[in-house]
């Protein structure tokens, strides 16, 4: 669903929407492959993840499959990258999926402010005009209302400085990716195998890394065959990858 960016209609869209996972379950779920990457292997309420690198879109549409499929509604605010159809192949139910446009100037805070009011999961470009004491804010109403926050900054983990405006639980770092399919001059990118590495803050502070397919031939996300693939290329930073991200 496309929406203009209308407070109104976006306020009273959250206060209709109840959320599907009661109050005291204290995570939303997501897929096995991705359990060892997050402290409680789940999504915690209240909670903000940041995913850095090229393939930051996928990921970011990999750890919404769970939730989406039980009911969760989910918002993205920005990021023209992410696709209806890679959102569709994840198995996000784009039924309760808000896209919503980039808002100007300070009407991005307000915006998020109400989607974090009664949508549990609200996906964010970092690129948006939000600034460290406002992103500190919306955080601490994301915790006090129980959303999950994911800050997706696309492309090169360190280029850009808007995800320096905030100050994530866990943040998910895509170091490295290898796609398969291609051959001698001629084939199809068919799947792709990344490495995460994961660090957070507090009791989330001890790093994690996971090797994934993301995504698979099929277009969701699997962990990756301890061995290499025969027949896979490495595709640098800055090509291919960025367009299919």
Do not use: K
Request: aromatic content about 2%; hydrophobic content about 45%.
């Amino acid at each position: 669903m496309n929406l203009p960016v209308d407070l109104a209609a976006l306020r009273s869209l959250s206060a209709s929407i109840a959320p599907v996972v009661p109050a005291g379950e204290r995570v939303l779920p997501v897929g096995r492959a991705l359990q060892p990457l997050l402290p409680d292997g789940a999504l915690v309420r209240g909670s903000s993840v940041q995913l850095l690198g090229v393939g930051a879109s996928s990921l970011a549409l990999a750890l919404l499959a769970e939730p989406s499929a039980a009911g969760c509604w989910t918002a993205v605010v920005g990021l023209p990258e992410l696709g209806l159809l890679a959102a569709d192949e994840h198995g996000l139910a784009l039924e309760r999926l808000l896209l919503i446009d980039p808002p100007p100037d300070r009407r991005a805070v307000e915006v998020v402010a109400a989607l974090v009011d009664g949508i549990e999961l609200v996906v964010l470009d970092t690129r948006l005009p939000i600034g460290a004491s406002d992103a500190r804010r919306l955080a601490a109403r994301a915790r006090e209302r129980g959303a999950v926050v994911l800050l997706v900054q696309p492309g090169v983990p360190g280029e850009g400085s808007g995800a320096l405006r905030w100050s994530p639980d866990v943040a998910l770092t895509v170091r490295e990716q290898r796609w398969q399919g291609l051959g001698m001059g001629h084939g199809v990118l068919r799947r792709r195998r990344v490495l995460v590495e994961a660090e957070g803050r507090g009791r989330w502070s001890r790093q994690r890394r996971a090797a994934l397919l993301l995504p698979t031939s099929e277009g969701s996300v699997t962990a990756a065959p301890d061995a290499p693939d025969e027949g896979r290329v490495l595709v640098p930073f800055g090509s291919v990858d960025r367009a299919v991200s």
